[in-house]
């Protein structure tokens, strides 16, 4: 069975200030990809990143950076310098690469993050 | 290019009606996945069809949910009998057919918002 937890339901930060959403998964695949979604208030759904377990080679860009460490299972993420316009629902997800058909991704429960200015 | 097409963008139902939510995968996908996100939680799979085939319906409840992606038009999520329970934010997804460039990410629609009334 897989597992996704993002322990922190919520955060609030100044602008400005960086802030890191944990992220830490269980799995029995040896491999597999990991995601990061957005979830702004208009409610859709945006794509950040997606790695894959074979690569744990830490991932800038721009403001965003992620941290994977296979050792302990976590992809953590981060945003420098945080802005307002930052403020949304941030989802982990993981999804198995070595089954042929079920390509269910499984979620995190999401952190808030607010940004104030 | 159009991406993952969800319609209607909301859906007011009363108790006992039916809700029918629809979803045209991305240009050339054949794979399409429903996710269901209660208030104040991830995402959770649901089901995961090809053409006229469900290839893994795990995570729908085994009563009155039903969905089908037939070889023309749009994958079809129906719930009959609706449910105050059933009020949540339905996700669809849309992936390559087998042999594309392997585990291409998940597109994600702007999804469905049922309320039920």
């Known amino acids: 069975a897989q597992k996704v937890t993002q322990a922190q339901t919520e955060i609030s930060v100044v602008e400005k200030e960086d802030v890191t959403l944990d992220c830490v998964y269980e799995?029995?695949?040896?491999?597999?990809?990991l995601f990061w979604y957005k979830q702004p208030p208009s409610g859709e759904l945006v794509f950040l990143i997606r790695r894959n377990s074979f690569d744990e080679q830490n991932e800038i860009s721009g403001r965003y950076s992620w941290n994977f460490q296979k050792s302990t299972s976590s992809f953590n993420f981060t945003i420098t310098a945080s802005q307002v316009v930052d403020s949304a629902v941030y989802f982990c997800?993981?999804?198995?690469?070595?089954?042929?058909?079920?390509?269910?991704?499984?979620f995190g429960s999401g952190t808030q993050l607010t940004v104030l200015p | 290019n159009a991406g993952v097409m969800q319609n209607p963008r909301h859906l007011v139902r009363r108790r006992g009606q039916e809700a029918r939510l629809r979803c045209s995968p991305m240009?050339?996908?054949?794979?399409v996945y429903w996710y269901r996100q209660l208030p104040e939680e991830g995402l959770k799979f649901m089901v995961y069809l090809q053409k006229e085939n469900i290839i893994d319906e795990s995570g729908m409840p085994k009563e009155r949910f039903s969905a089908e992606f037939p070889k023309e038009g749009p994958s079809i999520l129906r719930i009959q009998q609706v449910v105050r329970g059933d009020s949540a934010a339905y996700f669809c997804?849309?992936?390559?057919?087998?042999?594309?460039?392997?585990?291409?990410?998940?597109?994600f629609g702007d999804g469905t918002r049922l309320s039920i009334l």
């Open positions: 799995t029995r695949d040896t491999t597999y990809y």
């Open positions: 997804a849309s992936s390559p057919p087998d042999g594309s460039p392997p585990n291409q990410p998940q597109h």
């Open positions: 997800a993981l999804d198995q690469i070595s089954s042929g058909s079920a390509r269910q991704l499984t």
């Open positions: 240009k050339g996908h054949s794979h």
